[in-house]
Protein backbone atom coordinates (compact mmCIF):
# COMPACT_ATOMS: atom_id res chain seq x y z
CA UNK A 1 0.00 0.00 0.00
CA UNK A 2 0.91 3.75 -0.76
CA UNK A 3 -0.42 6.44 1.12
CA UNK A 4 -0.38 9.48 -0.83
CA UNK A 5 -0.99 13.16 0.37
CA UNK A 6 -1.39 16.29 -1.99
CA UNK A 7 -0.69 20.29 -0.64
CA UNK A 8 -0.02 23.48 -2.15
CA UNK A 9 -3.99 23.93 -3.72
CA UNK A 10 -5.58 27.32 -3.69
CA UNK A 11 -6.84 30.22 -5.27
CA UNK A 12 -4.62 32.04 -8.10
CA UNK A 13 -4.80 34.87 -10.92
CA UNK A 14 -4.57 33.79 -14.30
CA UNK A 15 -0.80 34.05 -15.38
CA UNK A 16 0.40 33.35 -11.56
CA UNK A 17 2.13 30.09 -10.09
CA UNK A 18 1.41 27.20 -7.32
CA UNK A 19 3.32 24.44 -6.08
CA UNK A 20 1.46 21.35 -5.58
CA UNK A 21 3.49 18.49 -3.41
CA UNK A 22 2.48 14.99 -2.81
CA UNK A 23 3.96 13.21 0.51
CA UNK A 24 4.18 9.67 -0.06
CA UNK A 25 4.30 6.84 2.96
CA UNK A 26 3.97 3.12 2.79
CA UNK A 27 5.14 0.87 0.23
CA UNK A 28 8.80 1.85 -1.31
CA UNK A 29 8.22 5.22 -2.64
CA UNK A 30 11.37 5.43 -4.73
CA UNK A 31 10.50 2.57 -7.22
CA UNK A 32 6.85 4.02 -8.05
CA UNK A 33 6.41 5.66 -11.00
CA UNK A 34 4.24 9.53 -10.05
CA UNK A 35 1.68 11.12 -11.83
CA UNK A 36 -0.39 13.94 -11.50
CA UNK A 37 -3.67 14.24 -12.97
CA UNK A 38 -6.47 16.48 -12.99
CA UNK A 39 -10.19 16.65 -13.20
CA UNK A 40 -12.33 19.34 -14.18
CA UNK A 41 -16.00 19.48 -13.63
CA UNK A 42 -17.88 17.43 -15.90
CA UNK A 43 -14.90 16.28 -17.16
CA UNK A 44 -12.95 12.84 -17.05
CA UNK A 45 -9.38 13.09 -15.30
CA UNK A 46 -6.41 13.60 -17.46
CA UNK A 47 -2.69 12.75 -16.88
CA UNK A 48 -0.94 16.25 -16.56
CA UNK A 49 2.76 14.68 -15.76
CA UNK A 50 3.87 11.61 -14.64
CA UNK A 51 8.01 10.79 -13.72
CA UNK A 52 10.08 7.88 -13.84
CA UNK A 53 10.76 6.45 -10.69
CA UNK A 54 14.71 7.57 -11.26
CA UNK A 55 13.69 11.00 -12.54
CA UNK A 56 15.19 9.81 -15.93
CA UNK A 57 12.11 10.63 -17.80
CA UNK A 58 9.24 12.46 -17.88
CA UNK A 59 5.71 12.92 -19.33
CA UNK A 60 3.76 15.91 -19.83
CA UNK A 61 0.47 16.62 -21.35
CA UNK A 62 0.74 18.84 -23.92
CA UNK A 63 -1.97 21.17 -22.87
CA UNK A 64 0.83 21.93 -19.65
CA UNK A 65 4.25 21.58 -21.93
CA UNK A 66 6.45 24.52 -20.90
CA UNK A 67 4.18 25.75 -18.16
CA UNK A 68 4.60 22.85 -15.57
CA UNK A 69 7.25 21.02 -14.08
CA UNK A 70 7.05 17.48 -12.37
CA UNK A 71 10.32 16.70 -10.14
CA UNK A 72 10.65 14.21 -7.19
CA UNK A 73 12.72 14.18 -3.88
CA UNK A 74 13.12 10.29 -3.05
CA UNK A 75 14.97 11.00 0.10
CA UNK A 76 11.80 12.66 0.77
CA UNK A 77 9.07 10.59 -0.43
CA UNK A 78 7.80 13.79 -2.20
CA UNK A 79 7.04 14.52 -5.97
CA UNK A 80 6.26 17.87 -6.25
CA UNK A 81 4.06 19.70 -9.91
CA UNK A 82 5.39 23.23 -10.57
CA UNK A 83 2.51 25.43 -11.90
CA UNK A 84 3.57 28.36 -13.60
CA UNK A 85 1.70 30.35 -16.23
CA UNK A 86 -1.73 29.26 -15.33
CA UNK A 87 -4.86 29.83 -17.42
CA UNK A 88 -8.20 29.53 -16.65
CA UNK A 89 -8.78 26.37 -18.08
CA UNK A 90 -5.80 24.89 -15.78
CA UNK A 91 -8.53 25.41 -12.74
CA UNK A 92 -9.40 21.46 -11.54
CA UNK A 93 -9.01 19.19 -8.66
CA UNK A 94 -5.32 17.85 -9.30
CA UNK A 95 -4.53 14.42 -8.22
CA UNK A 96 -1.54 12.79 -7.28
CA UNK A 97 -1.19 9.05 -8.24
CA UNK A 98 1.45 6.05 -7.78
CA UNK A 99 2.03 3.54 -10.40
CA UNK A 100 4.21 0.48 -8.73
CA UNK A 101 6.49 -1.40 -11.47
CA UNK A 102 5.73 0.63 -14.35
CA UNK A 103 7.69 1.04 -17.73
CA UNK A 104 8.16 4.62 -19.37
CA UNK A 105 5.81 3.69 -21.83
CA UNK A 106 3.30 2.61 -19.18
CA UNK A 107 3.76 6.78 -17.65
CA UNK A 108 0.53 8.17 -19.17
CA UNK A 109 -1.84 5.73 -18.56
CA UNK A 110 -4.57 6.31 -16.20
CA UNK A 111 -5.83 2.66 -15.20
CA UNK A 112 -1.49 2.03 -14.93
CA UNK A 113 -2.25 4.01 -11.57
CA UNK A 114 -3.16 2.23 -8.08
CA UNK A 115 -2.40 4.29 -5.18
CA UNK A 116 -4.44 8.04 -5.08
CA UNK A 117 -4.67 10.83 -3.26
CA UNK A 118 -7.48 13.02 -1.86
CA UNK A 119 -7.08 16.07 -4.39
CA UNK A 120 -6.40 19.41 -4.10
CA UNK A 121 -8.48 21.93 -5.64
CA UNK A 122 -6.65 24.62 -7.93
CA UNK A 123 -8.43 27.68 -9.09
CA UNK A 124 -7.32 30.05 -11.51
CA UNK A 125 -9.62 33.20 -11.89
CA UNK A 126 -9.33 35.91 -14.12
Known amino acids: QVQLVESGGGLVQAGGSLRLSCAASGRTFNRNIMGWFRQAPGKEREIVAA????????YYADSVKGRFTISRDNAKNTVYLQLNSLKLEDTAVYYC???????????????????WGQGTQVTVSS
Open 97 to 115: AAQPGGTIATMPFRLRYDY
Open 51 to 58: IYWSGIST
